[in-house]
């Protein structure tokens, strides 16, 4: 199934079947912001909630959203009230440096405070990954549009639950895969797309690791911090601040970046980005592989426990051949029967420490042959974004879809968690893409979802809504 390059539109007649169908579905009422119809339409401001404010918030989420114009954050949410504190303080600066007045803005702990007000019209989700599922079910139904940061859930089963969300309430979600509204990105898929390297044979894919370390020492939880909202659906597990988040701070990479108990490590932290742009130059975006045999290390500590070195092998439709692997520069290069072309981010280096005298700086978009970069002859037109939160403040007030939508960012995750699950077994595994399950191995399948720590969860919340 292709994606439309001219995005769709939701008309008021289809939300309005949208909201009534989930109701009866789920038996439990939607609430719409006050704002979607009437003299607060969306075509005036809308009211943002922020839910998380750490470093990807600070440095990227709230700035971005922000600068998209049209916008008014009026909540501030983390299970650390200093970090929520901080983040209204922070909101408050750009409103002084943009010569403007800042609105009322609240900070909360609790995100049902947030997604539950009537004067909200959407949310900005910047949290560790094993919160994403069931944050941004609960604010699409209450009727909130989503910004998501990748990856779009920590489970599959997850993922299958809020994509069906999403589309049976007709909300906005657009997932943090920037990637897309990266020209370079974006003309590399099209040239793919377009036929310009000829049939495509295979995909190498590169992507960084994370160190590991000891352990530390249990510490005494900050009192700012509600530690059991931040450990939500996962195992209970001592309080050290190389666990979650420094106390003080936002430059370094947090501790939970590196523990499978809150995120699978660099094959979904930035997988999820590489493989969304595969799927987008192979014109897979709502399928995925068909198989994958794959082999990781993984450290034995308790806390930083990601994988190490890796290589992945996967083969999608047509037989292309897909090889993943900390050992390949960082970015994507797809070899066809004419030629190469390979796309990175501006400013990547062959080194993860781009201070590393060794480190060589790579192009963001190259090709064995210069003419195939040409503009000319280009078949296939993608949909263009100049800012990836602004094109998400764009699609909700014109109930379009986003630039990555959330059946898309599922598909690309998908492949990320079955990528890690072949990993983690070393051995050949046969993926149904339509069935989303493995076929004949019920191991493997067992992966594809993980207990929940009540009340904590996408899957327990559902229940209390149908209740």
Excluded at 261 to 273: A, V
Aim: hydrophobic share 35%; with cysteine.
């Amino acid at each position: 199934m292709k994606h439309p390059t001219k995005r769709a539109s939701i008309t008021r007649r289809d939300f309005g079947k949208a909201v009534a169908a989930t109701t009866t579905a789920l038996a439990f009422p939607l609430i719409v912001p006050s704002s979607v119809f009437g003299k607060n339409a969306p075509s005036n401001r809308l009211a943002i909630g922020q839910i998380g404010c750490g470093r990807i918030a600070r440095g990227h989420d709230m700035p971005g959203t922000f600068k998209a114009g049209g916008v008014d954050f009026v909540a501030m949410c983390d299970v650390d009230s200093k970090r929520a504190r901080e983040g209204k303080e922070l909101m408050e600066q750009f409103y002084r440096d943009a010569g403007a007045s800042a609105p009322e803005i609240s900070t909360h702990q609790n995100y049902r405070e947030v997604v539950e007000r009537k004067d909200i019209d959407a949310v900005v989700i910047s949290t560790p990954d094993h919160s994403h599922a069931e944050l941004a079910l609960a604010a699409v139904l209450n009727g909130k549009d989503v910004y998501l940061q990748k990856p779009f859930t920590m489970t599959l089963s997850e993922g299958i639950l809020l994509r069906d969300a999403v589309a049976r309430t007709g909300r906005i979600v657009q997932i943090g895969s920037q990637q897309r509204s990266s020209p370079q990105f974006r003309r590399a898929c099209e040239l793919v797309r377009s036929g310009r390297i000829g049939r495509v044979r295979r995909v190498e894919i590169g992507l960084p690791i994370d160190p590991t370390k000891p352990d530390d020492p249990v510490q005494p939880i900050p009192p700012n911090l509600d530690y059991d909202k931040w450990l939500g659906p996962t195992p209970f597990a001592y309080y050290t601040e190389q666990r979650v988040h420094p106390q003080n701070g936002y430059d370094e990479r947090p501790g939970w970046l590196r523990n499978e108990s809150y995120c699978l490590g660099m094959i979904t932290g930035w997988g999820s980005h590489h493989y969304d742009t595969l799927h987008w130059a192979l014109d897979t975006e709502l399928t995925g592989p068909k198989r994958v045999e794959g082999r990781g290390e993984f450290p034995t500590n308790k806390i930083w426990n990601v994988h190490g070195a890796y290589h992945v092998e996967l083969v999608y439709p047509d037989d292309v051949i897909v090889t993943v692997s900390d050992k390949l520069p960082n970015g994507l290069k797809f070899y066809g029967d004419d030629g190469w072309i390979w796309v990175t981010r501006e400013g990547t280096t062959t080194a993860s420490d781009p201070t590393d005298p060794n480190a060589k700086k790579l192009p963001p978009l190259d090709a064995s042959d210069p003419k195939l970069l040409a503009e000319e002859g280009v078949k296939v037109q993608l949909p263009r974004s100049a800012e990836h939160h602004a094109d998400w403040v764009q699609a909700v007030r014109a109930r379009t879809q986003p630039i990555a939508p959330a059946a898309v960012g599922h598909r690309s995750n998908s492949a990320c968690i079955v990528s890690w699950i072949a990993m983690k077994l070393g051995r050949p595994l046969t993926w149904d893409a339509k069935a989303e399950r493995f076929v004949n191995d019920n191991e493997a399948n067992s992966m594809l979802s993980r207990p929940e720590r009540a009340p904590y969860g996408a899957h327990n919340l559902m229940k209390a809504y149908k209740s």
